[in-house]
């Protein structure tokens, strides 16, 4: 079994956030490799986040970021169980960090399921008209549009969106990892951007 050192636990938990015992644990089972030890915390927060998806979320707060301009506003809804979690530092900071990516990336809705229909069909048809235009033949064009769906997925929703101050994490990597935290369930509820002197940009409530 490798030896792992004090610190390089102290690391990984600042790296991740996640105790200090699991991040132990998960430098053991992966060998002292840092980088194997965050993609093995990374799934079993994905683990735990699924065990707790069907939980109530009547509490939270409304987090808020005004740009230094003071011409951009974003108001975001982040629910969690209980008011305990809902005042915790961690909450709050990911709750500011959610309105500081919305402000940053201007997301259209939270998850892929929210996107407008009619939008929906519509990039998909100037997807697929592009691959043929490429020369690809029907069943190739269909793989083409799907990877392209994708990433103009991790454009427009929120939870696609790769983090502003890490762009190897989607905003649900972050998620997933602070229920696996916190211990509860989290969902982003509506959120709301504001430019000045424009109608507001951006409202999505969850379904």
Do not use: W
């Not at 003071?70 to 990911?94: H, N, P, Q, R, Y």
């Not at 009619?118 to 998909?124: P, S, W």
């Amino acid at each position: 079994m490798a030896e792992i050192s004090a610190n390089a636990v102290k690391i990984l938990r600042e790296k991740t956030g996640v105790g200090m015992m699991d991040c132990k644990k998960a430098l053991v089972e992966c060998g002292g490799s840092e980088e194997k030890a965050i993609a093995y915390l990374r799934e079993k927060g994905l683990a735990k986040a699924a065990k707790k998806a069907g939980r109530a979320t009547s509490q939270g707060i409304i987090g808020s970021y005004i740009h230094n301009n003071g011409k951009i506003g974003v108001m975001v809804e982040l629910k969690c169980e209980t008011d305990f979690v809902a005042k915790s530092d961690k909450f709050k900071e990911f709750a500011k960090d959610l309105a500081m990516q919305i402000a940053a990336a201007s997301p259209l809705c939270v998850t892929p399921d929210q996107v407008p229909a009619d939008l929906l069909a519509k990039e998909r048809e100037i997807f697929k008209n592009q691959a043929m235009e490429e020369g690809k033949p029907e069943a190739i064009a269909e793989k083409i549009v799907d990877g392209r769906l994708k990433k103009y997925y991790s454009e427009v929703c929120l939870l696609e969106q790769p983090f502003i101050k890490d762009d190897k994490k989607q905003i649900k990597d972050l998620l997933n990892e602070l229920i696996a935290v916190l211990g509860e369930n989290m969902q982003i509820g509506r959120f709301t951007r504001m430019v000045l002197g424009e109608e507001a940009e951006a409202e999505a409530a969850e379904e």
